[in-house]
Every structure is written in C-alpha cells, then in structure tokens.
C-alpha cells in the first residue's frame, strides 16, 4: 500500500492540499549524521516555481524531523519527517468535484472510497508526495556512501532527461508545448555506477523488478526499459549477449544495463522511463459531469506543470537509491550501527 522495502522500509502519507505530507522510514542503521542541509540541494531539484515549465506552485519544503534523530544522528529508531502545505489553492479544486479530469485518478479514487477521499490537489494522489520519496533517497545516497567509506568502490546515481516531446534539444520540445499551448511527456535515464556483484533476490525481488515497482510510484510513469530495452527484440543473441573480460564482471558491451538473472554483474546500472505528458493540460477536454449525468467540455484551472519530466530525475535518484540501500542493508553490506 504506502509503504515499500524489506529491511529499509519507507511509508509515506499525506495530502497535497492537507496539513503536511511526510514519510516514516523505519530501518535506517543507527550512527548516521543527518542535518536540514542535506536534503536542500535534491529539495531544490523536485521544486517548480522558478524553471520554465513547471508549476508556480512553490513550497519551502523544509524537513520537519520527528523521531528517529538525537543530537543530528539517526539513532536506529524510526525516522519521520514532516513537510507542511502552505502555498495551497484549494478553492481551484471546489468547481472540479462533479468532472472528473482525464488522466487523472479522481475518477477512479472517486469510485474506490466512495467519495470520502481528499479530491484538493489530487489528495493523496499527487505529485506533492514525491517530496517524501526525495527525502527517503537523500537519507538512502548517504548509507550507500558509507560503503565507500570501507575502502569499495563510490557508488554514484545520476538521472537526466534525454528527450521532452521526441526533442533531445529540451528546449525546442519545451517551445512545442508552449505554442501548442498544451502539456509534454518525456524520457528520463538513470545511470549507476560503483555497485557491487550480486545485488538483488530472485524470484520477485530482482533488481528490475524492485526498481520498476518503486519506479512505477512516480505518478506519471507509463514505461521502463533497462540496457537496450526494447531494442532487444529486434537483435541476435550473439549481438546482445555481453562478453566477460575478466573476474570484476565487467562486460565488452552492456546491452543487459548492468543487470543479469535479475543479479547486478558489476556493470553499469542503466534505465529509462517514459514519462506522459502533465495530465493537467489547459486545452479544452471531454469528461463525464457526476451531477448531471451527461459529458460535457471541460478545461482545468489551476497551476500545474507544463512538462512533469523536468521535476522527474531528482526523484528517479531517489526511488533508485532506496531500493539500491534495501538490496545492501539485505546483502550486509551496510552495517546496521555504522
């Protein structure tokens, strides 16, 4: 439900119009200096309001620590974070109760819980609680440090976004959007290196299979494709197979993205994911009215994102890092008191 992970285990809750929204992560070793500067430089990269493209929706998105921190270190216990709503709209949403937006879960939530659940913003449904999954990659990326620390390789997580509407000039498909006066999809890649051999647990929790289910929490993603992907169904065996050079693993190619029989092989993690366009677009739509029983043109008010992709990498890093910390807090590789 909302929560994910074996061992470094995240619940996230909350809604986008509500008090705060925040998360809970229970596992975290114990001895982990945590401090607000931490998290501000990822905070930063999820925020719209100042990039072209995204919402001017901005929230200060300071961490509210809880429980689970004493004197700035993690002290083994749960760890909650808060972060509070205060650059809200909620009378944009009011008109909106009797039409369902296309695209987004009103409809389905709506039939789901019976009209009880929180419709402002989305609720519980919304992007806003992407900043939770933030926070749990920025605590995650400084586990994965420590392993660094006992003399291994540094692993390093790193996303960008390779296209915005079929353009890799990210500005052109920005202007596309924009004279069309309508919102955008995406691609996004996520790349790490450092990773030790054997990562992952078969049969359910394979690599791809842990990524794509924490993937696949980020609203708005429609597709996931690791190494070559889908491209894979148009090559020989002999051409995709990656060759073994030696007893690190390391391979001549990497068509597999650094995953074989679900096992990290010490190669380069790569994955990308399709991203729709903002389901939120100002062009004028069809949607079925509650009240009157009849569909009927509709358009959507408010601020949202032109193109969601631009907020997205920051995220995929941290979705990446917290399933990647899970598969070594399991494997021992990260002490439980560091």
Request: net charge negative; glycine share 12%.
């Amino acid at each position: 439900m909302n929560s994910f992970g074996r061992i470094f285990r995240i619940h996230i809750f909350g809604e986008s119009h509500g008090e705060s929204v925040g998360l809970n992560i229970d596992g975290c070793p114990a001895g982990l200096p945590i401090s607000l500067d931490d998290f501000m430089e990822d905070i930063k990269r999820r925020q719209g309001g100042s990039q072209k493209g995204t919402t001017p929706r901005k929230e200060d998105d300071l961490p509210i620590f809880k429980s689970g921190l004493f004197n700035g270190v993690t002290t083994g216990a749960p760890i909650t974070i808060l972060f509070e709503n205060n650059n809200t709209r909620s009378g944009d949403y009011e008109k909106l109760r009797a039409v369902p937006r296309p695209g987004h879960a009103d409809f389905t939530a709506h039939a789901k819980f019976g009209g009880y659940e929180d419709f402002r913003g989305g609720g519980h449904f919304s992007g806003r609680l992407t900043v939770a999954l933030v926070a749990a990659g920025v605590i995650a990326k400084k586990l994965l440090k420590t392993y660094h620390e006992i003399g291994a390789d540094e692993i390093d997580i790193q996303s960008t976004i390779l296209e915005i509407g079929g353009e890799k000039d990210l500005e052109k498909g920005l202007d596309k959007a924009i004279e069309a006066k309508d919102s955008i999809g995406g691609i996004v890649e996520c790349r790490v290196t450092g990773l030790p051999v054997g990562l992952g647990e078969h049969f359910f929790d394979s690599v791809e299979s842990l990524i794509s289910h924490a993937v696949f929490a980020i609203p708005a993603v429609r597709g996931i494709e690791f190494g070559t992907g889908f491209a894979a169904a148009k090559m020989f065996g002999v051409d995709h197979n990656d060759a073994i050079e030696g007893a690190n693993g390391k391979t001549t190619t990497n068509h597999a993205g650094g995953i074989v029989g679900g096992y990290t092989n010490g190669n380069e993690l790569v994955y990308r994911i399709a991203i729709k366009p903002t389901s939120s677009t100002p062009k004028e739509q069809q949607t079925w009215n509650w009240e009157t029983n009849e569909v009927e043109a509709f358009t959507v008010k408010g601020r949202h994102d032109l193109c969601i992709a631009l907020r997205v990498p920051v995220i995929l890093e941290a979705v990446t890092a917290m399933v990647l910390t899970d598969l070594m807090l399991i494997d021992q590789k990260i002490n439980r008191v560091l």
